[in-house]
């Protein structure tokens, strides 16, 4: 097994805005994430977080360099291996949670399980111990609309880690909680991320929160420094 779980080589990324007026979003943005290391990402609004953690996850593909994810090279790869790659190795939080309201907490977790071949007492025996390890063990049966933000949220790790990936990338995860919620629901973010040994790519506007992490990058003029 490699000793990284995220390896972005040289990646390179433009859109283009209509003739004459394209946007070199990364400009050859390059880093390793170790297993088990907790990595902030910080940038100024505009500066290409999104686009470098949707290429990292494999929901985009870079016009050029490479990406390694728990030791696999994905770039080149088929759509079939990359989609087989995104749905077993990474898992992904957005500032909004998208649960499902129609079902409950621990069905939210046990379902991508289901769709990813696991047996259902093993989905729900690993959607319980995901849910305990954010102190939602008696919140298990609650459908969403019955849950508060911050509690949406600590579902939506668990769900995220549903079939144990060896990345979580999160997009601003605490960004839609008020600062004090965030501050906690941050805490048990990092918990879960060291408890299960996985490796993860956070995106945030606040540098309090990014202090707590391993260490920090910043996305300046397309790269990828140490913040
Ligand atoms: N699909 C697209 N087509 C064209 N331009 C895009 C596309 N996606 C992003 N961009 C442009 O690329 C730049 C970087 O966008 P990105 O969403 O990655 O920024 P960000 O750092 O995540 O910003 P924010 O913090 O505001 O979400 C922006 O100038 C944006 O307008």
Redesign the pocket.
């Given at each position: 097994m490699s000793e990284f779980s995220l390896v972005l080589d040289d990646i390179q990324k433009s859109?283009?805005?209509g003739k004459a007026n394209e946007?070199n979003?990364l400009r050859g943005a390059s880093t390793r994430i170790a297993r088990g290391e907790i990595v902030g990402l910080i940038?100024?609004?505009?500066?290409?977080?999104?686009?470098?953690?949707?290429i990292a996850g494999l929901l985009d593909t870079a016009d050029a360099g490479r990406v390694e994810i728990g030791g696999e090279l994905v770039t080149g790869a088929t759509d079939r291996a990359r989609t087989a790659a995104r749905r077993g190795k990474v898992g992904f939080v957005y500032q909004f949670h998208h649960l499902l309201p129609e079902f409950s907490a621990v069905e939210n977790i046990v379902l991508p399980q289901l769709a990813h071949g696991v047996a259902a007492g093993e989905a729900e025996a690993r959607a319980l111990d995901l849910l305990g390890r954010v102190g939602m063990a008696a919140r298990a049966t609650h459908r969403p609309g019955e849950l508060s933000g911050g509690e949406q949220q600590r579902v939506a790790f668990c769900r995220s880690l549903a079939n144990a990936p060896a990345l979580m990338l999160a997009?601003?995860p605490t960004g839609n909680l008020d600062p004090a919620t965030s501050d906690t629901v941050f805490d048990v973010l990092m918990e879960l991320v060291r408890g299960t040994g996985l490796s993860a790519l956070i995106?945030t506007?606040n540098h309090e929160l990014a202090a707590r992490m391993d260490r920090v990058l910043r996305?300046d003029e397309g790269v990828l420094v140490s913040a």
């Open positions: 859109y283009n805005h946007i979003v940038a100024p609004s505009g500066a290409g977080k999104s686009t470098l953690l949707q997009d601003e995106a506007h996305l």
